[in-house]
């Protein structure tokens, strides 16, 4: 039995995080969905893909599942 309000936290928050084959296919999605937004928004385009970064509780590997989305964050550069 948890004795302490933090510890029981700690304990909750294992519960919520991601094991290895999940931890892949949120990889998996990240680097898919940023592979259409830079095919979207290319080099020749002028306003091409800068970075993508996958933000929020999948990044923090909290996310609840069942795995159904992932949020990405993409910076784009202004060439006009």
Known sequence: MTLTTARAFEEFKETLLLIDAQKA??????DATAGYVKSAFP???NMPLDTAKLIGSAQRETIIRPLDDIDLLAVFQNKD
């Open 43 to 45: 080099t020749s385009s």
């Open 25 to 30: 296919s949120v990889r998996s999605r990240r």
